[in-house]
């Protein structure tokens, strides 16, 4: 399920006093919002911060929680960055955050491969790592301390499961999201490891709205006979809604939609008929993820994993619960 518990190291848990600092990159910083440099000398604890994006309605949720919950009130001083889903910006920031010598680096990985050199890098700076959401693949030995997010394969299994006994006969294309990201990866691992053989076509479309419609109305022209779109997530599920209807074709009847996230959005479509399954998606673990930093940076002992709990809807949902969804 997550890439690193093919790793049987024992979670030893940072001691941010051993700090090698590498503090010779003078050039650092000039990443936007980077600004909070100094120690706070109020003993804040100093969060560098690297989001990858803003590319869905699960991202905002996520993104509010995370900074309601690490806030100057509850003892933290955040340095928080969006990377606009660019990995190199990503790195950047980190690198950023060496430089700056924060307390403790957390961040989200847009994709799994390619973090090799700056884990290295914030290792031999002695920072500790919490790993948020997504996972990383990497030769890194013992890369973070603690990981917290969802069980992406369990997600897709979940639909997956849903499929086979709803509509067993069903032509599916597979809308992917960004390729290569944990997400995309281990949700496509469930999902096809129980209805692989009904799917009939895959493309990506980035999580994000526009390109799910764009890949949906290729798909269309592509694949005639598809009677299911399984989306990696709500956002391009919408899109596909927009794409089947200026077909003139009738979402979640003509073509049926499982989706995964469960964001206010999404949830409004499974009452109106235009999804017909959602697999939740808990974007809402800002406080855990605060508990877990604090425990880090004062040396206690951590879970190397935290799944968030999560749920799955039908068209049995009602407006009311819909309408108290907060996000
Ligand atoms: O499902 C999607 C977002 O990594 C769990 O990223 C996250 C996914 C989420 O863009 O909407």
Redesign the pocket.
Known sequence: MFHAKRRTFLSIVASTGLALSLAACGGGGDTAQAGSGGDGGDGAIRVGYSQ??A?????TA?TESVQQNLTADNGFDLTFVDAQQKQENQIKALRDFVAQDVDVIAF?PVVETGWDDVLQEIKDAGIPVVLV??TVDTTVEDPYVTHI??D?KA?GTKAGDWVEENAPDAKIFELQ??LG???QVD?EEGFDGVVGSQVIGKASGN??RAEGRTATEAALQAYPDMTMIFT?????GLGAVEAIEAAGKKPGTDIQIVS??A?RDGLQALVDKKFNYVVE?N?AFGDQLAELIKKVHDGEDVPKETVVEETAFDQTITQAEVDARPY
């Open positions: 990858l994006g590319e869905s309605g699960w991202r996520n989200s959401d997504r997010g969802s992406f997600e999201g960004t990201s944990g997400a949700r999580f994000t990696h997530n709500d956002d391009m995964v996230d964001v998606c974007p």
